[in-house]
């Protein structure tokens, strides 16, 4: 009995080895498209995750802080926020960081409490270090985190903080900001904490977002799609835009492999 148990233990190995390196032999014939969206919005919750859940596609989301039980109709009801994306790590979505609390630049509007020029390198890893906490709450099976430059900046005054969130360890990868022609081919030398991403501005297309996924597919490269709002607040595009592009990139899987983005970072920087 133990020989036979033995053998049926080295052919199950033997079986799952070969299936991990058939499926990733399958994704590496294919374009790679990252579906990444910003700063934690309810129309993310409400049409995004279902969207994304209804034809199985998994993807990023970089959040800023969460709401607590002291925002809720109810004192010591769970917050939808904080149900909404536990349920989405536990249905395989990252969940990633995008600091506290998303400083940016005074002149785009900005309040001078959260504005980047107000900011310390110190102040930087104390939020970056924080939200990878909460997020620890709400996703403890995720040891590692990507981040997303909030406004796509990295520079503290004259200071680029990326040096030292890398020397702490406190992110695995990082993406920054980019437009339609940002699509990534040369993987050798695609630095990990700066990969460029398009961010998919207000009135988007579906045949715009189409484009450029085929763009992507010509040349075998990565496309990192960066989303706001789905059918209301920032940067929005229509609910039945979002939907519709999901759609086609599900009838198309066997020339797009859709993934979230340290998964997608983990492929690439193997190659």
Known sequence: ???????????????????????NNENSKRAIICLTYDDGLESQLTTVLPQLDSVGLKATFFLNSIQGSSQSVIIGQTPEAVLGWTNAAKNG???????LFHACPEKIGWDKSIAIENYSVDRMITEIKT??????????????RSFAFPCGNFLIGDT??????KKMGLITYARGGGDSTSIITDFKNLDP??????????????????AFAEKVKKVGGMGVYQFHGIG????????ETHKAFLAFLKQHQEDYWVTNFSEAMDAVSKK
């Open 131 to 144: 939200e990878n906490i909460i997020l620890g709450l709400l996703d403890p099976n995720r040891k590692e």
């Open 193 to 210: 904490i700066k990969v460029p991403s398009w961010h998919v501005w207000t009135g988007t297309t579906l045949s715009e977002l189409i």
């Open 160 to 165: 680029d903080y990326i040096p030292v969130i």
């Open 1 to 23: 009995m133990k020989c036979k148990s033995g053998l049926t233990f080295i052919l199950a190995l033997c079986f799952s080895l070969s299936f991990g390196q058939a499926k």
């Open 93 to 99: 979505h990252e969940l990633a960081n995008h600091t």
């Open 232 to 239: 209301g607040q920032i940067f929005q595009i229509s609910k």
